[in-house]
């Protein structure tokens, strides 16, 4: 399975809306992001699916810059 692949299968979730979001933002933006980007968004993909939800959604804020600014490039995107 290449690189890709993996990551789109680790970007599958337990809520559509967020498969529909990162799958979407890979996409169209992954691969133009830098290799500390590509690496803070792997980092995201492992946290909990609640946390993710609500630091995309602004509930809350991540203790990482590196995933508050995977996660405003996400947001940014989505505009």
């Known amino acids: 399975m290449g690189e890709r692949s993996q990551l789109l299968w680790h970007c599958r979730r337990g809520i559509r809306e967020m498969d ?5 933002f890979i996409d169209q933006h ?3 992001l830098s290799d500390d980007e590509q690496q803070a968004f792997s980092k ?3 946290e909990a699916d609640l946390d993710i939800l609500n630091w995309i959604m602004g509930k809350d804020k ?3 810059d590196e995933l508050m600014h995977i996660i405003t490039l996400i947001k ?3 505009k």
């Not at 529909?20 to 979407?24: A, C, G, S, T, V």
Request: aromatic letters at 12%; glycine letters at 0%; proline letters at 6%.
């Open 20 to 24: 529909i979001l990162f799958r979407d």
């Open 44 to 46: 995201l993909l492992d």
């Open 76 to 78: 940014q995107s989505r």
């Open 62 to 64: 991540p203790d990482s």
């Open 30 to 32: 992954y691969d133009e």
